[in-house]
């Protein structure tokens, strides 16, 4: 079993910036896991916004490329989501996920409010 634990959600001005992380623990070795970020706005589907590999290739929605930046520290079980430019349509709730051999595992999400 894997538990994310989400942090650094909140409310922000239309062009700020904010930076989550997501807190592994378990069982497993967290290098090897395929992290990634979700986001699922009101009445919307989950989506894809990054994923990072074990080798440290991202992957980025086209909505999010140039702005956000997904990155991990091993060492620490932890995988960042940097966010830049924000505007209002990257309000969502933020999960995070992750891919352990067959086995996917999800945070239990943080807000993310983009308004003035």
């Known amino acids: 079993q894997v538990q994310l634990v989400e942090s650094g959600g909140g409310l922000v001005q239309p062009g700020g910036s904010l930076r989550l992380s997501c807190a592994a623990s378990?069982?497993?070795?967290?290098?090897?896991?395929?992290m990634g970020w979700y986001r699922q706005a009101p009445g919307n589907q989950r989506e894809l916004v990054a994923t990072?590999?074990?080798?440290?290739?991202?992957d980025y929605a086209d909505s999010v490329k140039g702005r956000f930046s997904i990155s991990r520290d091993n060492a620490k079980k932890t995988v960042y989501l940097q966010m830049n430019s924000l505007g209002s349509e990257d309000t969502a709730v933020y999960y995070c996920?992750?891919?352990?051999?067959?086995?996917?595992?999800w945070g239990q999400g943080t807000q993310v409010t983009v308004s003035s």
């Open positions: 378990g069982s497993g070795i967290f290098r090897f896991f395929v």
């Open positions: 990072l590999n074990s080798g440290g290739s991202p």
């Open positions: 996920n992750a891919r352990v051999g067959p086995r996917t595992y």
